[in-house]
């Protein structure tokens, strides 16, 4: 039996020293979120039917996102462009999974819809890159107020 590879996805998770809640909304929060991942910028909440960009300083260009599904504190679901060719759009998904009584949050983040070919490939190993940075980045902005993204990528 062949089984064909039709689309490629990661899912990259860590620890956070914090409850669910603080985490999710500093995932949410576009306040917060600019402060240590979108350093252009972030506008509007993470929640559905809001009108949602993010700006990076160190990759140019606006992103429009799609939250799919906002449940807090347990869940985010967005999905944004692609670069064209490689794949339309991505879904990436947020999940916050409260353990140890509470007092930390495992935070699995997983994207899916890449072209499974040279290209999509390239973009999708970028775009772990990326998330797996976002997550580090999440940890030490939620437990110590420090961005680790300022001067990393430019």
């Not at 985010?76 to 509470?102: C, H, K, M, Y």
Request: charged share 25%; hydrophobic share 40%.
């Amino acid at each position: 039996m062949s089984h064909e590879l039709s689309e490629l996805s990661f899912t990259v998770s860590g620890r956070v020293a914090r409850p669910a809640a603080e985490v999710y909304e500093a995932v949410a929060d576009p306040a917060q979120l600019s402060r240590y991942f979108t350093t252009g910028g972030a506008r509007g909440r993470l929640e559905p039917g809001a009108d949602v960009t993010w700006d990076f300083a160190d990759f140019p260009g606006r992103f429009p996102v799609t939250v799919v599904e906002a449940d807090p504190p347990r869940k985010l679901v967005i999905r944004w462009e692609a670069r064209a060719g490689v794949a339309s759009e991505t879904t990436t998904t947020f999940e916050f999974e409260p353990i140890d009584d509470g007092a930390r949050t495992l935070v699995t983040i997983s994207e899916s819809a890449w072209e499974a070919s040279p290209d999509g490939a390239k973009n999708a190993f970028g775009n772990c890159e990326g998330w797996t940075g976002m997550l580090a980045a999440l940890k030490v902005w939620v437990e110590h107020g420090i961005n680790l993204r300022d001067g990393f990528y430019a």
